[in-house]
């Protein structure tokens, strides 16, 4: 078998700091240290802990020479076939074959070492911010202050008043008007359904391709209305839609030339949320109803299924699959959305202040009213049913507990191609840089567009990339979530803080 050391890989000297109560009783600081050795490498995405003689091994092995293993001077067995089998070290032969290609991809996408491994181990599963903040006694601004002492100053100043050149202030127009009217919403309202052409015009302006740019049969640059480093435009666009006029809730992905959804299929995380709402008694089941026909009772609250719309039409088999998808569905207990469990949040991510504003003013939107969710409805593949109650849980999980984003409308998770950039700017120190940047200009755009609208939009950093890549069907090397952003109807009333000082989203008194 022939081996060689992995692409990319960094040794950090790890120490971690516990309490201690002996070290304590025994005169010391009370905090026990212990060092370790752990091996960071991007293509395998997990931390792995490495000994002396591991370690001396990753030093000695070239990762682009193939070398015969049984060449090696007094190899240290152990090291060697633990290496091969954690992936640190690459064999040629079948049995290694699943860490070859994680390597090889790494290896093909043109990643900036450094990047490749900041992205790879910044990426969270699991992950309660919300409790994290809770257990930090951080939730609100004043918490903050207390705990962590000042910040550095709100603005900086470089001169004193009077070596400073004042600019006039202009007199506002409508831009003004709507960049003041930009607030990050923290409230939804599960209750309004989004319309479907509302819905298409917010994804037109922020995300389509605007013109095509043909250099060759097989390299096309696109026109949008952000910038892009490089005019790659890399980062696709994954939806999870909840409450949208005439589309079945579920996962799309967006195609930017096309300007039409991709519906892709139930992640098994999902389908097991499902099937546990359905089941628990947590959730009122309401008894079966009429999911296949749009003239039944309550079909306007079913939503897509069997009602003609967009997005089912557009299936291979679009007949026989929605009937086979009602037939599911149907079979599938009712569960009524319980919408009362314990979202009474005031907490937000940055400022204090308990949220209890009045209605927002809506005028500058149209105003549909749509109907209440139904409760269980065929996935856009139409393979399983999704449980309503199950599907904004799969929000709540995405957005690390982030109970305020979990209603909004459409949740769009922002999922970089980053070979598309690396393609031009390879093993480039600033490649991975660019791309986080396009990310704030799709996020800005879409808090215009969606503001514009008369929409709430909001965007998080704080997201469980691991269950979203296994969820989308992504993966960390090619394409993995940078962000979650989302847009929908503001709600009734300001149950968790926004950040509205001039009231120019929620109306004051
Ligand atoms: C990159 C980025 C990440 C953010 N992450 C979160 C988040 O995790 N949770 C949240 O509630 N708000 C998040 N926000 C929203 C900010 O808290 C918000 O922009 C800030 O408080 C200012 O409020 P404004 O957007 O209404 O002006 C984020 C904003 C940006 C730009």
């Known amino acids: 078998m022939k081996i060689r050391r992995c692409a990319v890989l960094f040794l950090e000297p790890r120490e971690e700091v516990g309490f201690d109560l002996q070290e304590l009783l025994n005169g010391g600081d009370g905090l026990r240290r212990e060092r370790r050795w752990v091996a960071l490498a991007p293509h395998l995405g997990e931390e792995v802990e490495v000994d002396a003689d591991e370690r001396e091994l990753l030093g000695v092995l070239s990762p682009s020479q193939w070398i015969d293993a049984s060449t090696l001077a007094a190899p240290p067995p152990a090291a060697l076939q633990r290496l091969l089998g954690e992936g640190l070290l690459i064999g040629d032969d079948k ?20 990047a490749a491994t900041l992205h790879a181990f ?28 000042a910040p550095p100053v709100e603005a900086a100043r470089r001169v004193d008043a009077p070596s400073q050149l004042k600019l006039p202030r202009i007199a506002a127009t409508g831009f003004d008007q709507l960049l003041a009217r930009r607030v990050t919403c923290r409230n939804f309202d599960p209750a309004r359904a989004l319309p479907f052409e509302l819905f298409a ?5 922020v995300f389509a391709a605007q013109a095509e740019v043909r250099v060759s049969e097989d390299t096309v640059f696109l026109k949008k209305n952000v ?24 996962l799309y992905h967006y195609q930017a030339v096309e300007h039409a959804l991709e519906p892709l299929p139930l992640p098994e995380s999902l389908r097991g949320m499902t099937l546990a709402a359905v089941a628990s008694g947590a959730s009122e089941v309401a008894g079966e109803r009429e999911l296949a026909s749009a003239d039944a009772p309550g079909a306007a609250e079913t939503m897509a299924v069997g009602t003609g719309n967009a997005v089912a039409a ?6 026989a699959v929605v ?30 202040g308990e949220g209890s504003a009045p209605a927002p003013d809506r005028s500058a939107g149209p105003s ?18 999704i449980a309503a109650s199950a599907l904004r849980q799969f929000i709540q999980d995405m957005v690390a507990q982030q109970h305020w984003f979990a209603d ?24 991975y840089r660019v791309v986080a940047l396009e990310a704030g200009h799709l996020s800005q755009t879409l808090y215009l567009a969606a503001t514009d609208a008369g929409l709430g939009a909001f965007i998080t950093g704080a997201i469980n990339e691991k269950e979203l890549e296994r969820a989308f069907g992504l993966d960390h090397v090619n394409q993995g979530a940078l962000a979650i952003c989302g847009f929908g109807w503001r709600g009734e009333a300001m149950v968790t803080a926004e950040l509205d000082p001039r009231a120019e989203v929620w109306r004051a008194g």
């Open 314 to 319: 557009t299936a291979a088999e679009p007949a």
């Open 368 to 385: 549909t009213e749509g109907g209440r969710r139904g409760d269980v409805t065929a996935s856009p593949d139409h393979a399983a049913p």
């Open 227 to 250: 910038p892009s480093g490089g005019g790659l435009h890399p980062i696709e666009c994954y939806l999870i839609v909840q409450n949208v006029e005439d589309v079945a809730p579920g």
């Open 408 to 431: 909004a409308h459409v949740v769009v998770v922002l999922a970089p191609r980053f070979d598309r950039t690396f393609w031009k700017y390879r093993q480039h120190a600033k490649g």
């Open 95 to 114: 049995r290694h074959a699943a860490h070859r290609a994680c390597d090889e991809a790494l290896r093909a996408a043109y990643w900036h070492p450094l």
């Open 201 to 205: 015009q917010v994804m037109q302006r």
């Open 122 to 149: 910044t990426r969270w599963s699991g992950v309660d911010a919300v409790q994290n903040m809770k257990d930090s006694g951080t939730e609100t601004a004043v918490q903050m202050r207390e705990v962590l002492g």
């Open 323 to 352: 009937a086979d998808a009602a037939n599911d569905a149907h079979k599938a207990a009712v569960v009524v959305m319980a919408g009362a469990d314990g979202r009474n949040a005031s907490e937000a991510e940055a400022f204090a």
